[in-house]
């Protein structure tokens, strides 16, 4: 089968994929991405087609909301949004994964399973002072919030200096994290769950090359094993054979 070939950036709201062009727009008042395929053509006439389409799709009215659609539901279209820019190289995968992963821990289990309707701004301001009290980021105005930034700063720096280490960083702590607990043989759901990740598809697709290299390796490792005891085995028998045991 074919290996499917991935989007390539050419500019705003055009790209290619292999010798196809495709464009991208974003109806009046919606945020879904519209995708349309314009064909083997040429770089003058993609462009063309592309503020063609781009006029089209803005003009056409948006599809109306539904009344009854949850803030989780909404989440997920943007979402499945963002793992096709990932897909097209418009975005980088650990960006998507900063976006499962602040969505999961602190607004889906407040938003989640309300109406888009019945949010409030006072739901809104509520929600941002609990993150502050909780010390957890708020993008506030005043003061500093904990991000990552200050917290290395006050901590990750000071121990990695007093430890005579260079170039450690959470991410980094991170990836080395999850690359310890694959090389220990653990499949792509445990590990997804260890990491916080929305689902195992995001895990899979971020650390791929890591679980190759370790199915790999196990593979490896089983037939040396089967190779190694044959070559024993080949060794004790003409002993026993010819009676060498005393």
């Known amino acids: ?4 070939e991935s989007r390539v950036r050419i500019e705003r709201g055009l790209y290619r994929s292999g010798k196809v062009y495709l464009a991208c727009a974003t109806p009046m008042g ?23 389409f781009a006029a089209q799709t803005r003009r056409a009215p948006a599809a109306p909301a539904r009344r009854r659609m949850t803030y989780g539901e909404t989440v997920q279209e943007w ?11 418009d ?47 708020a993008w506030s105005k005043v003061g500093t919030s904990p991000n990552d930034r200050n917290v290395a700063n006050r901590g990750l720096k000071v121990a990695c200096r007093e430890a005579g280490l260079e170039g450690v960083s959470f991410h980094a702590l991170r990836h ?9 043989g653990h499949d792509v759901v445990f590990v997804s769950r260890q990491l916080g990740h ?7 697709t971020v650390y791929a090359h890591l679980f190759d290299a370790a199915r790999h390796a196990e593979t490896a490792r089983q ?19 010819l009676g060498f045991d005393l």
């Open 91 to 137: 975005l980088a995968s650990s960006t998507l994964e900063g976006y499962h992963d602040g969505l999961k821990r602190h607004i889906l289990p407040v938003f989640g399973d309300r109406q888009i309707l019945s949010i409030t701004p006072d739901d809104l301001v509520r929600w941002h002072r609990d993150m502050q009290r909780r010390g957890l980021p």
């Open 176 to 184: 080395t994290f999850a690359s310890i607990l694959i090389a220990q």
């Open 30 to 52: 919606s945020r879904k991405v519209v995708w349309k395929k314009l064909g083997a053509v040429g770089l003058m006439e993609a462009r063309r087609l592309r503020v063609e």
């Open 223 to 241: 037939r040396l094993d089967e190779d190694y005891r044959a070559v024993l085995r080949r060794r004790e028998e003409p002993g026993r054979q």
């Open 1 to 4: 089968m074919p290996r499917k």
């Open 79 to 89: 979402l499945t949004d963002q793992e096709a820019r990932v897909a097209a190289g």
């Open 198 to 204: 929305a689902n195992a598809a995001i895990t899979l």
